[in-house]
């Protein structure tokens, strides 16, 4: 991929003219954040099949949505697909794209080969958004391969930093790493809830109480190690006195082997998804 550092972010107002293919929940909320961030309505078009969603999509953001892709995408600089997996490969079969066009897949598991063989001279880019994406508080992995321009990369940077933060990783395996981080993370960070206010009731607590204590208690948590210059081992070891109660909690986490827990969770979600694209290939055909 073009390193990161290559990349100089511009600004949303500068990015030409953009088209959605698919106009579901992560479209939506692209649009509203690439809206929000000054880019002109004019400049957004959308392919959304669905006439319900199409007319809302309109009346929430007064943009252009179309049912036909194959009219949506003609002159637009940047197409994003954000169709469902399965259904790329119906989409890909509906429009041609000219050389040159910067194409953006939030698409999990679909690859890059499989999008260069059906858009030739086309740049491809790859984006893993997570949901939290959807009140712009995401985090989007991206990869492009080496020969990607820095213009398409840029694009790709301004348009997925609507929904959140950005980064690059250096292969496109990577991508099924960085899912069993930041795209399955959301739900480590709910199931942790789950059991911190079940464990709560269990030592007595009423369970409405326990459920607010564990809520409010990890977003307070996440909001102070966001502020911190510290780092987060660094938080913890502050917040955890010689022989307290939180050394005796974690102490009880560690005997546990908590680290060796969630690398291979992480480890099966990357197979997983691994897996998934695999699948994908085989049984579209992408
Ligand atoms: N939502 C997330 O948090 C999230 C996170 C990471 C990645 N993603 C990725 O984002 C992509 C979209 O997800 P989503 O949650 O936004 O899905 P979604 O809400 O189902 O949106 C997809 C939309 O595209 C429409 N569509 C499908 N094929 C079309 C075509 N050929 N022409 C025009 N419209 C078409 C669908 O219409 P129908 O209703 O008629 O099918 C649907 O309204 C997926 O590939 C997913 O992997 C999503």
């Given at each position: ?8 972010p511009l600004?949303?107002?500068?990015l030409?003219?953009?088209?959605f293919?698919?106009?579901g ?24 099949r669905?006439?319900?969603?199409a ?13 036909d ?14 169709v ?8 890909l ?5 000219a ?6 897949s939030?698409a999990?598991g679909?690859?890059?080969?499989s999008?260069?063989r ?20 995401g ?25 959140g933060?950005?980064c ?15 795209g ?36 307070g948590?996440?909001?102070m ?12 070891q502050q ?9 005796a909690?974690?102490?009880v986490?560690?005997s ?31």
């Amino acid at each position: 991929m073009t390193a990161a550092a290559d990349i100089t972010p511009l600004e949303v107002t500068a990015l030409p003219t953009v088209c959605f293919v698919g106009g579901g929940h992560m479209a939506a909320s692209l649009i509203g954040g690439l809206l929000a961030a000054g880019l002109d309505r004019g400049r957004i078009r959308v392919a959304q099949r669905n006439a319900e969603r199409a007319q809302a999509l309109r009346l929430r953001f007064e943009i252009e949505v179309v049912a036909d892709a194959a009219t949506a995408v003609s002159g637009a600089a940047i197409v994003v697909l954000a169709v469902k997996p399965q259904q790329m490969a119906q989409a890909l079969t509906q429009f041609k794209l000219a050389a040159g066009t910067t194409v953006i897949s939030v698409a999990a598991g679909v690859r890059v080969a499989s999008f260069a063989r059906r858009l030739p001279g086309c740049s491809i880019i790859r984006a893993m958004p997570n949901t939290p994406a959807l009140l712009r508080a995401g985090i989007s992995g991206l990869y492009a391969p080496a020969d990607t321009s820095a213009t398409a990369c840029a694009q790709a940077q301004t348009l997925l930093a609507a929904a959140g933060e950005v980064c690059w990783v250096d292969s496109e395996a990577q991508l099924d790493a960085l899912t069993a981080v930041s795209g399955c993370g959301p739900a480590y960070y709910f199931k942790l809830t789950e059991v911190l206010r079940a464990a709560g009731t269990a030592l007595g607590l009423d369970a409405a109480v326990s459920a607010r204590l564990a809520l409010q208690t990890f977003i307070g948590a996440a909001r102070m190690a966001q502020a911190a210059s510290e780092d987060v081992a660094v938080l913890r070891q502050q917040v955890t006195s010689k022989g307290g109660a939180t050394e005796a909690a974690l102490a009880v986490l560690e005997s546990a082997d908590l680290s060796r827990i969630f690398e291979d969770a992480l480890r099966a979600a990357e197979q997983r998804s691994r897996e998934r694209g695999d699948d994908l290939e085989r049984s579209t055909s992408l």
